[in-house]
């Protein structure tokens, strides 16, 4: 029989007090949650269970409903957010093809502007990712929108390399990086067991972006032009991303104090060793993008 030993994880319970009152008593303020544990459980596991309990309580609006209407509402409004970030981006291709002979210019030129979308949808998600933890996800979330549409309206104008980098790499890829991050950090506060297949059902939205756009601007472009395309597309982002801002809501507690980048987070080896490995990983997963 496998030896037991108690885990200690101490909770800080602050003002939310349970309203059942067996529950409320055995909850105090700076109180100690004890589980039994088998020696034979690994130290992830209990590290990853003390986690849960400290995040729960302190950052968030109880526990996930893990399922429901609501929660699958979020998921799906997910999905359309991914349509236009990481779908557009997929989708660059077709583009990167017209503007070689619309701009007569470069494909290595011309891969500027796809590449800043992703640069700016990952650099730019490092803050608002920070801002959504303060609060801030409606406003945040609402700017990545309007800069998604409005860059492709502006697009939809542009007859000059600098103008299209300008508004389709750099106005829409700072929209991008206030869309993507903070969607799916809202998203995974909904669920805990079906987290993985909720977040699977969202960023499956890449693959739905990369069918849609190619095939509408393959119809489009021979029929009303370059800029009705654009338009078409630009009125799509406007329906789905209005929708999506209706329909999502966050239940991350505002966190006002602390740094922007959390150097302490470093210090965990595990973490640590897979940021380096994410680091050169995506050195080569964009080259067959462009």
Request: net charge positive; hydrophobic share 45%.
């Amino acid at each position: 029989m496998a030896k037991t030993s108690p885990v200690f994880v101490m909770v800080d319970s602050g003002n939310n007090e349970p309203k059942d009152k067996s529950t409320r008593q055995s909850l105090r303020p700076s109180r100690s949650i004890i589980f039994e544990t088998s020696d034979e459980e690994t130290d992830t596991k209990k590290l990853a269970r003390d986690h849960l309990c400290v995040e729960y309580e302190n950052n968030f609006d109880g526990p996930p409903p893990d399922g429901g209407v609501k929660a699958w509402t979020q998921a799906l409004m997910a999905h359309f957010v991914v349509i236009n970030t990481w779908g557009t981006i997929n989708s660059f291709g077709i583009f990167q093809t017209f503007y070689r002979d619309f701009l007569s210019r470069s494909a290595s030129e011309i891969s500027w502007i796809g590449s800043m979308q992703v640069f700016f949808l990952f650099v730019v998600g490092v803050f608002t990712g920070r801002l959504t933890d303060a609060g801030y996800f409606r406003a945040v979330f609402a700017s990545g929108s309007t800069l998604v549409v409005l860059g492709s309206l502006a697009a939809s104008f542009s007859t000059q390399y600098w103008q299209l980098f300008l508004s389709q790499g750099l106005c829409m890829g700072l929209g991008m990086g206030g869309l993507f991050c903070p969607v799916i950090a809202v998203l995974s506060t909904y669920f805990s067991r079906r987290r993985n297949l909720a977040i699977g059902v969202a960023i499956s939205g890449s693959a739905t972006g990369g069918m849609i756009y190619p095939v509408i601007a393959r119809q489009l472009l021979p029929m009303i032009g370059f800029s009705w395309t654009m338009r078409v597309m630009a009125l799509i982002q406007l329906i789905t991303l209005l929708i999506a801002n209706f329909s999502m809501q966050s239940r991350i507690r505002p966190r006002r104090s602390g740094s922007v980048i959390e150097f302490s987070a470093f210090m965990e080896k595990p973490y640590l060793l897979f940021t380096i490995g994410m680091f050169f990983n995506f050195w080569g997963v964009y080259f067959a993008f462009y």
